[in-house]
């Protein structure tokens, strides 16, 4: 699959995505990713892409004409592709979205800065917005970042057979379970006995168990959104219950003590 990022910053997307597993896909060729700089493609001496907004206001608005040319090469580089526009306005970026886009073939990304970029652009040349989450960043880059990491990883061979076995097991809407190693026993605690039983068909209760009740602890909204079956239910209810009974005996002693 082929990303191209049309960036006032490539270091910055340089510099995240050339590193672990999505720089190691690259190396393999199994993703291509490019940036281009919209000041390349500015008019003037001083290179200008941004100008003030009108209607007043603070901040300053990227111009059409530079985002429009950098644009236009690279579609000319390699055919039409989906556009996407990373901005606060956009829709939540989920998994989901990640997979679909993930399909490609190809991607042109294009990070904004300052207030943003000239309205035009966006209902002439962009197919969609993404956002990262409701927090404010101070450019679209790091997003873009985000979703190449996450993208690159999906692709065909980018992950070993154990990280994509690993993956399989999780890619059910739940969170993970607790993870350990050695030593076994350290000042600060020991590692669950069940992990060290080698009775496997309880390990992976174990496993599930936890997965579930994490989620419901941390994040029922998950919870709510996945169909459990009978077992999963029932590990479930274990957990709630030992959580409960355990959270009685800590305010129990509590009581005692103060
Ligand atoms: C503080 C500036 N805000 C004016 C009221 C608007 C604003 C403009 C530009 C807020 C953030 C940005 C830059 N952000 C992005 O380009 C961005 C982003 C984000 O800030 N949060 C989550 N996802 C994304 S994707 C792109």
């Excluded at 190396?27 to 008019?43: I, K, M, Q, Y």
């Excluded at 090469?73 to 556009?83: K, M």
């Excluded at 379970?177 to 174990?206: K, N």
């Amino acid at each position: 699959m082929r990303i191209d990022v049309i960036t006032l910053f490539p270091d910055l997307i340089e510099a995240c995505a050339g590193a672990g597993v999505v720089g190691r896909a690259r190396e393999r060729g199994l993703l291509e990713v490019r940036t281009w700089n919209p000041r390349d493609f500015a008019t003037d001496n001083h290179r200008t892409v941004d100008d003030r907004p009108f209607g007043g206001g603070p901040g300053m608005v990227m111009m059409v004409g530079p985002l429009r040319d950098a644009l236009e090469r690279v579609r000319a580089a390699g055919g039409p592709a989906r556009t996407i526009y990373l901005s606060p306005q956009g829709a939540r970026l989920t998994q989901a979205k990640v997979a679909q886009l993930a399909r490609g073939p190809r991607l042109v990304l294009l990070c904004g800065r300052y207030e943003g970029v000239d309205e035009r652009l966006l209902a002439e040349a962009v197919d969609e917005e993404v956002s990262i989450g409701d927090y404010v960043l101070s450019g679209g880059e790091l997003a873009a970042a985000v979703l190449i990491d996450a993208i690159g990883r999906l692709q065909e061979g980018a992950l070993s057979d154990a990280q994509s076995a690993q993956q399989d097991s999780f890619s059910d809407g739940l969170l993970d379970c607790p993870h350990y190693t050695r030593p076994v026993r350290d000042a600060w605690g020991e590692v669950p006995a069940v992990l060290l039983s080698g009775d496997h068909a309880a390990i992976r209760r174990w496993r599930r168990k936890q997965a579930l009740g994490r989620t419901w602890l941390r994040r029922p909204d998950l919870l709510a959104r996945v169909e459990l079956d009978a077992e999963s239910r029932r590990l479930l209810d274990e957990f709630r219950r030992e959580y409960v009974t355990a959270r009685d005996q800590a305010e129990a002693g509590k009581d005692r003590t103060g």
